[in-house]
């Protein structure tokens, strides 16, 4: 059984920052690919970052590229999502979830099915 925890989300002021962490328990970090994804009422739900537990690779939206950073720490079975220079249009539940098979793209684009997730929290920009 693969538990996903998210945690650090909140209200910041535009420019502002916040941390993301995802505190991961059983195999999620057997996962070939962990990552972010957020979601704004009557949109679809968007991959934010995604990070290969093999390689290290990540990916990035093309919004978020340069503002977000995604990291994980194995020692701590957890991944965290830095962002920086919040928008207002960043506002969203975010999720973090974990795919056993897949190319940080395949999940971040959602190409094919994702097979655990966490039950997501909320970040507001607003001033």
């Known amino acids: 059984q693969v538990q996903l925890v998210e945690s650090g989300g909140g209200l910041v002021q535009p420019g502002g920052s916040l941390t993301l962490s995802c505190a991961a328990s059983g195999s999620a970090l057997d996962a070939e690919a962990i990552g972010w994804f957020r979601q704004v009422p009557g949109k679809k739900r968007e991959g934010v970052s995604c990070?290969?537990?093999?390689?290290?690779?990540?990916y990035y939206l093309y919004s978020v590229e340069g503002r977000f950073t995604i990291s994980r720490d194995s020692a701590k079975n957890s991944i965290y999502l830095q962002m920086n220079d919040l928008r207002p249009d960043d506002t969203a539940v975010y999720y973090c979830a974990a795919r056993m098979s897949a190319t940080v793209e395949a999940m971040c684009q959602m190409w094919g099915p994702i097979e655990f997730w966490g039950q997501g929290i909320q970040v507001t920009v607003s001033s």
């Open positions: 990070i290969s537990n093999s390689d290290g690779r990540t």
